[in-house]
């Protein structure tokens, strides 16, 4: 029986506008084509759900046009909601402009998801369960009042529950009183290269992930995410490996971390090795970036599929389970 995923972080509202250029300061340009969808954390959920974990959305989120859609969205996957929604305001979007290169280019307004509770925080407390994955941002970190009560949060929990610990792109202005406790109760660590690079100072993949690991506590592991390269891993008291990706013409980068990162921990909960988890995860993404759209992350059978014939498919699988 797998533990269930538990996001205590932010799931909001993307705005995806396309446009051929950004414009210049003062000015203005035409969008091509514009999207509302749920974002944030919503992709991390989403792809630990499709592949068999339950998964927890534990943030705030409030009332409104962009509670109600993020509810909708949640829901649509089979992702339950911890906190009941709160009536002081609205949950928080974010404007993303996609140029005709497809560089993304974000502003983000938050709302009440940046209005953490201590009582919020207890309710998540007293629900975790043993063999629980709680999943934590930099994003919700970064935050000036939900920083605290996470590191909080976290600092205080049983040793049956794995914390795992997304950096994201903000981590270098998450503050050291933050994060230092956050690190320290890591279980597994997942970042990107850029990431990686802000946490260590190292460029090279195997050197950082290596370095990320030795700032965790003893038995914990850490993944360096490489895009088309897969990731390198430090699993728990091993050497780092390299484990490969797999080649897929990409057509939509966006959420491709997100899956990643979900995939990995709905295999590690269901109990397979490191190794074969994250090759699972890699195996997930390359099918993400393969199609447009977001939350575009593999269920059991569309990866069996996407797998077939190779051998990780029954590693992951066993013989007909689709």
């Not at 290269?193 to 090279?204: I, K, S, V």
């Not at 490191?274 to 939350?295: D, F, I, L």
């Amino acid at each position: 029986m797998s533990g269930r995923l538990v996001l205590a972080g932010n799931v909001i509202a993307d705005v995806v506008i396309e446009v051929p250029a950004l414009p210049e300061r003062g000015g203005d340009v035409i969008g091509t084509h514009t999207g509302t969808t749920a974002g944030g954390g919503f992709n991390t959920l989403v792809a630990a759900r499709r592949l068999g974990t339950e998964a927890v959305f534990a943030g705030p989120h409030g009332t409104g046009p962009h509670g109600d859609l993020v509810r909708a969205a949640l829901a649509a996957e089979h992702v339950t909601t911890l906190l009941a929604p709160r009536t002081d305001g609205d949950t928080g979007f974010t404007v993303a402009l996609v140029d005709g290169e497809g560089e993304r280019t974000f502003v983000t307004s938050f709302g009440v998801e940046a209005t953490l509770t201590r009582a919020d925080t207890d309710v998540l407390a007293a629900r975790l369960r043993p063999g629980d994955l709680l999943q934590l941002s930099g994003y919700a970190l970064v935050l000036p009042g939900n920083g605290p009560l996470l590191a909080d949060l976290t600092a205080s929990l049983p040793a049956g529950v794995t914390v795992c610990f997304d950096p994201a792109p903000l981590v270098a202005d998450i503050p050291g009183t933050v994060l230092a406790p956050v690190l320290a109760r890591t279980d597994w660590l997942s970042a990107n290269a850029r990431e990686a690079r802000l946490l260590t100072g190292l460029g090279d993949p195997r050197a950082a992930v290596t370095a990320l690991r030795d700032r965790l506590a003893p038995g914990a592991g850490a993944v360096v995410r490489a895009d088309k390269d897969g990731c390198w891993l430090a699993p728990p008291g091993e050497p780092p490996v390299h484990v490969p990706g797999f080649p897929v013409d990409a057509v939509d980068s966006n959420g491709a971390g997100d899956a990643h990162v979900g995939a990995f921990l709905a295999l590690i909960g269901q109990g397979h090795d490191p190794v074969t988890a994250a090759s699972g995860a890699n195996a997930a993404a390359a099918y993400a970036v393969a199609r447009r759209g977001p939350a575009t992350a593999p269920d059991r059978r569309a990866l069996a599929e996407f797998l077939d014939g190779d051998p990780l498919a029954r590693r992951l699988f066993g013989t007909g389970d689709r």
